[in-house]
């Protein structure tokens, strides 16, 4: 009679492994070597520097989108919402992303699921050029529900002391530039999924589950010229939240409405679950994923560095907080 193993009790080792050696595979071409992979823990040679600077570090995660995900059954972009909602908050402060690391944690390893996962999150270093160094993967059976799965991430970044972003420059009469969502990014999902039903969500699969805009490579390509006082990430708390984050105690923000395209998904959202206006904007990032306060004698070249940039309104004295009118 054979004993109680660890695979019995619901830990499968060997699929960890197959799922270690498919990384591995799928990072072999990076500028750190694979053998990092796997190891008790990754090394990563800081950048030469010129002078002193800082390493920048953050988490998150990807939130109950997760849920759209399972529903839809499909898991090949959530790697690169982990990646965004954290490499997005390092350029906030004129970081370049370094390394990333990510937490998969499942009640059973379906490792063709977790491959799909963290491909995405690979495409995602690679987006926004910096290497996925490592991670943990963990099998808890009992404490997930079966298909699901929690993902977190980590980032670290370094910002020479002559290229910190802190808003501290910030004075009226600056220019509020904004760049575009892909949707609603990697927040709001908990009100996402009250509002519309399960036949909904997967109608509207495409446009929930679009993978968060990584804004990397343009911002610090943006960045290297003058004009870029302060960056917002515009995530959970939306707009009143994370704006007044980078803008000095004495000033306020004006945004005019119309002043760029709300995305069709926010109107739907908003006109099926009854949502006020107010709440939206605290919510949601309504069609704008990263908001920079410029100078005003430079916002016309700093816009002319993105694509799709749009002006949104400008830093005022006095008051608190942001006025949308």
Same mark, same amino acid.
């Given at each position: ?153 980590? =980032? *670290? ?7 910190? #972003?802190? @808003?501290?420059?910030? !004075?009226? +009469? ?126 016309? =070249? *700093? ?7 749009? #002006?949104? @309104?400008?830093?005022? !004295?006095? +008051? ?6």
């Amino acid at each position: 009679m054979s004993g109680l193993t660890y695979q019995k009790s619901g830990v499968d080792i060997d699929a960890g492994n197959e799922l270690v050696r498919r990384i591995k595979r799928m990072t072999a071409g990076s500028k750190v070597s694979s053998k990092a992979i796997g190891g008790f823990s990754g090394l990563f040679p800081l950048p030469k520097t010129s002078g002193p600077g800082f390493l920048s570090g953050c988490c998150d995660g990807v939130g109950t989108k997760l849920k759209i995900a399972f529903l839809l059954n499909k898991h090949d972009t959530v790697g690169i919402d982990l990646v965004a909602m954290n490499v997005n908050d390092l350029i906030c402060v004129g970081a370049k992303p370094l390394f990333f690391l990510d937490y998969f944690a499942c009640g059973k390893l379906e490792v063709g699921i977790a491959e799909k996962v963290i491909e995405g999150i690979y495409r995602g270093c690679e987006e926004s050029g910096c290497t996925l160094l490592g991670g943990e993967t963990a099998e808890m059976p009992g404490f997930y529900l079966h298909g699901e799965y929690d993902l977190a991430g980590f =980032a *670290v970044g370094w910002a020479p002391q002559k290229s910190i #972003v802190d @808003g501290k420059k910030v !004075k009226a +009469g600056d220019v509020l530039l904004g760049l575009p969502s892909s949707g609603f990014h990697s927040n709001g999902y908990s009100l996402v999924r009250k509002v519309f039903s399960e036949s909904e969500i997967r109608a509207l699969g495409a446009e929930l589950i679009a993978p968060t805009y990584i804004y990397v490579k343009p911002v610090l390509a943006a960045l290297k010229k003058s004009g870029i006082k302060a960056i917002a990430h515009i995530t959970g708390g939306g707009w009143y939240e994370n704006i007044p984050r980078v803008i000095p105690k004495g000033f306020s923000v004006r945004v005019r409405k119309g002043s760029w395209p709300v995305l069709d998904i926010f109107n739907k959202l908003q006109a099926k679950g009854g949502v006020d206006e107010a709440e939206m904007y605290r919510t949601f990032n309504m069609g704008i994923g990263l908001v920079i306060v410029a100078d005003k004698a430079r916002a016309d =070249a *700093v816009r002319k560095s993105f694509k799709e940039c749009y #002006v949104l @309104g400008q830093i005022e !004295k006095g +008051g608190e907080g942001v006025t949308l009118q």
